[in-house]
């Protein structure tokens, strides 16, 4: 960076400070997204080192699934939540791809490298009203590390279904298993798909996703999502 161009961004900073995601206190010179205290005291799961996890153990007896990776844990109240809210609601999309890399860093750690990144479709109203899909930009910082390619017209949400949070782990999956269709079909049998989403709490969206990518043949699946709720 030329001295100006230093001089300018100092001057930009200083008349433009922008808070941190998570604790909502101006951000020092040279932060960007999340401040250094927060990165440091955020929860994180450690579930790459452990393949039998909590998160992965959601699944058992559903779907065969290769590795289930969540960067953090989830409360309510938390710095966790508020950096979710953030990116969902308000257009704060670097928190999405930030995290998304400090997930890719524990994948390359486990020696995992999918074939395909495929973030968890919206349903195509959502997308419009929100502008965008968070899931994708997890993916995009998730690609950024490992260098696999990202997919995003593989699955549809052809059913914009109501919101999930008051009903039973069946009832979810119930009210979600066929809200996914398949568009062009790829030869999936050799592939390792990984599926991603900002969070993972019954697990009833994955599954629905991931039985339909097995059911076509698919060989591997994996899942990542930034934050796991108990
Ligand atoms: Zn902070």
Redesign the pocket.
């Known amino acids: 960076m030329s001295l100006i161009q230093q001089t300018f961004a100092d001057l930009f900073h200083l008349l433009f400070p922008r808070n941190?995601n998570?604790?909502g206190?101006p951000l020092f010179y040279g932060e960007r997204t999340?401040?250094t205290?927060?990165l440091h005291d955020l929860p994180f799961t450690d579930f790459h080192l452990y393949p039998e996890n909590p998160a992965a153990r959601i699944f058992w007896g559903r779907i065969p699934i290769h590795q289930v990776i969540a960067l953090l844990h989830f409360k309510k109240g938390t710095r966790v939540q508020q950096l979710i809210h953030q990116l969902k609601y308000k257009g704060q999309t670097d928190i999405g791809f930030l995290l998304g890399k400090m997930i890719g860093e524990r994948m390359l750690l486990s020696d995992q490298r999918p074939d395909l990144i495929v973030p968890i479709p919206l349903h195509q109203k959502k997308q419009y009203s929100r502008g965008y899909n968070q899931s994708q930009f997890i993916a995009a910082g998730i690609a950024h590390i490992l260098k696999s390619p990202i997919h995003t017209k593989l699955l549809t949400r052809k059913i914009n279904t109501a919101t999930q949070t008051k009903k039973s782990r069946y009832n979810r999956f119930e009210n979600i298993k066929d809200a996914f269709e398949i568009n062009r079909l790829p030869d999936l049998k050799n592939l390792h798909i990984l599926l991603v989403d900002d969070i993972l709490t019954t697990g009833a969206t994955f599954e629905a996703c991931g039985k339909l990518l097995l059911d076509n043949g698919l060989n591997k699946l994996s899942i990542a999502t930034l934050a796991y709720a108990e």
């Open positions: 941190c998570a604790c206190t999340i401040c205290k927060c």
